[in-house]
């Protein structure tokens, strides 16, 4: 409708200059270019002096468009405006019912170009998730690969109520300050305790910081890089091996960590119990337990227990499978 109202008001406009030309010809008994000409420079009010000498009856005709075209000028921006707005309200409660069906979901706050990269490996992953940004430039790059995403600021509560941070499991900040970061954090953390937070620090003093403000894995980017470079020149081959096995384009394996949650199927058995290699085709390369220690290549013998957390290698399907056998009987 309001499409339609826009583009009367345009045709309208085209009726002024071809009534204007037209006037100026019948009045002043000039050429039709001469008379476009002044009904052109007088609808954008450039100030250049008349075309020709201009009796008082042309003046007043001057005058007329003038006032016509600048009043529905504003008319049409207004109409314009009105329409972005609008735009603007559809498409953030497009998105809110999106979020809505969101559950057990990842909140990426920030997308540059580390947000971007994540947005990637969440999409690669198969993940459910919403992006938080409020650069209009990143936003539109958003809008258009079709992700859903909640506009705003990350570090207020509103905000991240809108994307569904009380059903989500993970939280990732990669805002541009890690002042942002922290103060992300902290919010997070007041809304949902059992968030799992994941956040990154640009500057080495501010890890234990947002450690304390509640967050269970800071990441300094430049340090994590640091290490890969070196690793990739001690032992290249583990590292391309590394890389292959977490690139889930080229190959249909992956490593995941699964929990083993209380009254499960899994706890209290162990591993040779379960037959994971044979009823699942899985590697359990670690487990870590809740007091924190981690045992890597474990005793087939060891009997799991809740809030164990296995490091399993295998396919998305076979994986799947598996983790559905820790998850709590209903």
Not at 258 to 276: C, F, H, P, R, Y
């Amino acid at each position: 409708m309001l499409e339609t109202r826009i583009e009367q008001l345009i045709l309208s406009m085209l009726g002024i200059i071809l009534l204007g030309t037209t006037g100026y010809v019948i009045i002043e008994h000039v050429g039709w270019f001469d008379a476009f000409y002044m009904t052109a420079i007088t609808l954008a009010t450039v100030g250049f002096q008349e075309v020709w000498e201009m009796s008082d009856l042309g003046h007043l005709w001057t005058i007329f468009i003038m006032f016509s075209g600048i009043g529905l000028f504003f008319i049409i921006a207004g109409h314009i405006a009105q329409q972005a707005v609008d735009l603007k309200r559809y498409r953030r409660f497009r998105m809110a019912k999106r979020v809505k069906k969101l559950n057990d979901h990842y909140i990426l706050c920030g997308y540059g170009r580390m947000g971007q990269a994540i947005a990637k490996e969440l999409q690669n992953g198969g993940k459910s998730f919403v992006v938080i940004e409020k650069d209009v430039e990143k936003i539109a790059t958003l809008v258009q690969n079709d992700i859903v995403l909640i506009e705003g600021d990350a570090t207020q509560d509103e905000v991240l109520l809108n994307a569904g941070i009380e059903k989500a499991t993970t939280l990732i900040g990669v805002l541009k300050d890690d002042q942002d970061n922290l103060f992300l954090t902290l919010s997070a953390r007041s809304l949902k305790s059992d968030l799992f937070i994941l956040t990154r620090a640009t500057v080495p003093s501010s890890i234990p910081k947002m450690t304390r403000a509640g967050a269970d894995n800071v990441i300094n980017p430049y340090e994590a890089a640091g290490t890969k470079l070196a690793r990739q020149a001690m032992a290249p081959g583990v590292v391309d091996f590394i890389e292959l096995i977490m690139n889930r384009g080229n190959l249909d394996l992956v490593l995941e960590t699964i929990t083993i949650e209380a009254n499960s199927q899994a706890e209290g058995k162990s591993i040779i119990d379960l037959e994971v290699r044979k009823n699942h085709d899985i590697i359990i390369t670690a487990v870590e337990q809740r007091t924190g220690e981690a045992n890597f290549n474990p005793d087939p013998n060891y009997k799991l227990n809740a809030d164990d957390k296995l490091i399993a290698l295998g396919s998305k399907e076979n994986l799947n499978g598996f983790e559905k056998l820790c998850e709590a009987l209903i």
